[in-house]
């Protein structure tokens, strides 16, 4: 004899199914993030995320294609990370040493009340341009999961060089002197 | 000389004064206040939300809180400033793009497939009832044969 089915059954299947789907696609999507790290490792350079943020300190937006032409390093920082404390000195310098040659350096700060960034940025004697750059944008365009994580964009737009981790003189120059000689 | 210092003396004394009123007219022009904002938003640094979030960023955020409480600011322009600070990401929400659409639609979804069920339910509900209800013969539906027995019975005994 044929078992009666259910008429919830088809109903209950197809959520399930829709479910499970969705549960797959959430788990392959948060293990993205990182096709600039390969990209860069493989010698390829992807073009940056063009997001419109805001200045810090002000209603004033910009965004990496007001940068198109210059040698940009874009520098994720938050105040209350120890790292970026201590690689902020270094950014300066790497400022101060090829600014004149056509290379910006971008902070993009993270996760801060804009009172404390602005008390970073001064207590750091930081001259360059910072932004306000949402975690939660970061991760999305540029997959940081840590404080502080910095990308050498070229003049065209795209990633040549990436750190996730504290910067220093030495890894700045090694990454920034070549792109900065390209024509 | 004496009469200017007197006259300070005065204004000082003056202030004083209003100064507890301006500070209990600021009071009562309050709307919201922290335990009402702090179960709502995230402390994003810290991954949780405000309430539950401990350290000196959680703090700093609670402060940005209170002073905006008291400048009588609504629960709507708080989060609006919490945003402007942090990003959406502070407001504990799931993003409107991308697998975060998902917490939307997934509800949705429930409440259309759950109408699917309950009207395939209702139409096989009623399928059933009117092919019970063709008499069999020599029967006749419960409640007819009841009236009947009943009648006759009631014949039967009639003086």
Excluded: H
């Amino acid at each position: 004899m044929r078992r009666k089915r259910s008429p919830f059954a088809i109903p209950v299947m197809l959520g399930v199914t829709a479910l499970l789907a969705l549960l797959i696609y959430g788990v392959a999507q948060k293990q993205g993030g990182d096709e600039f790290d390969k990209a860069v490792a493989s010698g390829k350079r992807e073009p940056a995320p063009v997001r419109t943020v805001r200045k810090l300190g002000s209603d004033d937006t910009t965004s990496l294609a007001e940068y198109r032409g210059k040698v940009v390093l874009l520098n994720f920082w938050a105040s209350w990370c120890g790292p970026c404390k201590d690689e902020s000195p270094a950014m300066e310098r790497a400022y101060q040493r090829y600014k004149s040659r056509g290379f910006v350096v971008l902070g993009a700060g993270v996760d801060d009340l804009t009172k404390d960034a602005q008390a970073f940025v001064k207590r750091y004697g930081l001259t360059y341009p910072i932004v306000k750059y949402g975690s939660a944008n970061a991760t999305k365009d540029f997959g940081t999961r840590y404080m502080p994580e910095s990308f050498v964009i070229d003049r065209e737009g795209r990633v040549v060089a990436l750190r996730r981790g504290q910067v220093d003189d030495k890894w700045l120059d090694d990454n920034i002197a070549p792109v900065v000689a390209e024509k | 000389m004496t009469a200017r210092v007197g006259r300070t003396l005065l204004l000082i004394l003056a202030l004083l004064a209003l100064a507890p009123a301006a500070a209990a007219a600021a009071a009562d022009c309050r709307v919201t206040s922290l335990p009402e904002i702090e179960d709502e938003v995230m402390c994003p640094i810290c991954g949780v939300p405000l309430v539950n979030a401990g350290g000196q960023q959680a703090e700093n955020e609670r402060n940005f809180i209170r002073d905006l409480v008291d400048q009588c600011r609504t629960e709507r322009q708080i989060k609006a400033a919490l945003v402007d600070e942090y990003g959406n990401e502070v407001l504990a929400m799931p993003d409107d793009e991308g697998f975060g659409l998902a917490a939307y639609l997934v509800p949705i979804g429930g409440i259309a497939l759950a109408a699917v069920a309950l009207a395939i339910g209702a139409v096989r509900w009623r399928r059933a009832r009117d092919s019970g209800g063709a008499a069999p013969a020599g029967g006749g539906a419960p409640q007819e044969r009841d009236d009947r027995d009943l009648d006759s019975d009631l014949r039967r005994y009639d003086l």
